[in-house]
């Protein structure tokens, strides 16, 4: 891993410099970086596969269908984060893998925190019925 | 700044541009040592924020139709999606996410050619998907399940029309990426730019794994 130099940054080296006077850059191959597309897509599709076939309920036991499909796709998420998107841990990805671990806290504090929250508010609400009869009548 | 600095610049790679501890001192990168970073880490950096800051966004509408999957005002629940469209969406948007990594080798490597190739690829792909999804969408309102009948649908059409006016932007930025890489090459800002569409496109897949996991295969399991 070390020798041939495979670290590559968000977003691949894109914008990368040619130092000017140096020697040029040694970009890993094609053949490295076509790799590790090619990695990607195909994990990307297996876990889809997966995903759709989890639902058939004969295949998973029943009530773990939720969480199966979950773990599917949170293992694909980290798939396209690490071969789409490059975010490695490399000295100037440093930045970005905090932000998303931020991100991460925002996301997870929004959307579990709505389901908690309004699962008992729904828990606790009179049922819209009785209150039309109470007040009806 | 001041006495390693000299030292350091003197090198051919002085802030090791993510090329792991092979010349020396790499301790600096990342650390707010040795200087500023450069330009196309930074650019990708703010472009990473706004993502993340788009993906917030998304998560209250995901909340929002977790929330409301039950608030279906006596209609239907998501049996009425069909997952083989679901399906088809999901390759298309995979494939179109592979096609513009490859685009982004072409760039890398300065090939115009292999560069507009691959992103007419992943432009028919983007457009496919989004046609399959304008299908689905006149299909609920004809039947009568569009965004007004209930709660839930209300929630269905906002996150997956936003992820869909989305893609639809998106579309638009690459027909200008390809303009601009025919029109004025590969300069240097034409390429930070190229490479925030990549990131942008990229992480529009990854909100699309999130929708057809919660919306279509969690929902269609959800009594």
Known sequence: MSTNREEF???SHIGEEQVAGGPPHEHPS??????GYIIGLVLAAVLTAASFWALDEHVIYGPGIVMALIVLGLAQVGV??????HLTTSPDNTNNALALAFGVLIVSLIFFGSIWVMYHMNANMVPVKALMQQRGG | ???????????????????????????????????????????????????????????????????????RNGGPGPAIFDLRNTAQETACLLLSSFSCGLASLAVGRRSLLWTEVALAVTGAFGLTFIMLEAHEFAGLVTRGYGPTHSAFLTAFFSLVGCHGAHVTAGLLWLGTMMAQFAAKGFKENIRHRYLCF??????????????????????RITP
């Open chain 1, 9 to 11: 940054n968000l977003g």
């Open chain 1, 30 to 35: 094609l053949g490295t970086e076509l790799r």
């Open chain 1, 80 to 85: 396209h984060l690490v071969f789409f998107l």
């Open chain 2, 1 to 71: 700044m001041s006495a390693p600095s000299s030292a350091l610049r003197t090198g051919r790679d002085p802030y090791h541009l993510g090329h792991g501890p092979s010349t020396g001192a790499p301790e600096y990168t990342g650390h707010g040592g040795g200087g500023p970073a450069p330009k196309r880490i930074v650019v990708g950096y703010g472009f990473w924020i706004f993502i993340l800051s788009d993906v917030v966004l998304f998560s209250c509408f995901f909340a929002a139709y977790t929330v409301l999957i039950h608030a």
């Open chain 2, 198 to 219: 990549s990131l942008f496109w990229h992480a529009l897949d990854i909100i699309w794994i999130g929708i057809f996991t919660v919306v279509y295969l969690i929902g």
